[in-house]
């Protein structure tokens, strides 16, 4: 099982542009370590026996008519909740280099 270490957390705060606190950063680890943990204990569960679904609703998805709805009241309420953006568009920080 790997490690959840600082260069492990720095990474994880690189890529989803959060900053946490120095205070917070061990109880974070634990935390993160012990989610690792659990989905880990789920590669031990035997499903040899159970069959694959893909849908949990009775009889597939429903369908409806797919319009597309241009409003700029909508743009506007979504855009106000974004940190950045411009033009109708979210701005988001370069994370690949």
Known sequence: ?????????????????????????????????QMLEFVNNLNEVDVSNVQATF???????????DIAVSSKEISDAILKNAPKSEDNYFVVPKIIE
């Open 1 to 33: 099982m790997n490690t959840v270490d600082d260069k492990l957390l720095a990474k994880l705060e690189k890529l989803s542009s959060l900053k946490i606190e120095d205070e917070n950063k061990e109880k974070i680890k634990n935390d993160i370590s």
């Open 55 to 65: 849908s949990t609703i009775s009889g597939g998805t429903p369908f409806r008519e």
